[in-house]
């Protein structure tokens, strides 16, 4: 399978571990997965993706599905899920 990576780093590092069960049943706790990076701009729905962001001031690496893409004022907007969540965490919205 090959998932999609949005990070802005000076180190990339192609290889990830699913640590949780949110993206069950495509990704399993305990997965390693290879990842390729790619521009936010050719993201498209249902890619799955891995990225960087702060939640609550914890800095997260999350492996999610995109499930919207829209446009607002002139930007893309990208939203996205754990396949085994029941919504996409508030605030995971990216522009």
Same mark, same amino acid.
């Given at each position: 399978m %090959?998932? %999609?990576?949005?990070?802005? %780093?000076?180190?990339?590092?192609?290889?990830y571990l699913v640590e949780?069960? %949110?993206?069950?049943?495509?990704?399993?706790?305990?997965?390693?997965?290879f990842v390729s990076p790619v521009s936010f701009?050719?993201?498209?729905?249902?890619?799955?993706?891995?990225?960087?962001?702060?939640?609550?001031?914890i800095n997260l690496t999350t492996i999610h599905r995109v499930i919207e893409i829209n446009e607002i004022d002139g930007e893309r907007v990208i939203k996205t899920k754990g396949d085994n969540n029941i919504d996409s965490f508030e605030g995971l919205i990216f522009l």
């Open positions: %090959s998932i %999609s990576l949005i990070e802005i %780093s000076e180190i990339y590092n192609p290889f949780s069960g %949110s993206m069950k049943p495509a990704l399993t706790k305990g997965d390693i997965v701009y050719d993201l498209k729905l249902g890619d799955i993706i891995i990225f960087k962001k702060i939640f609550y001031d």
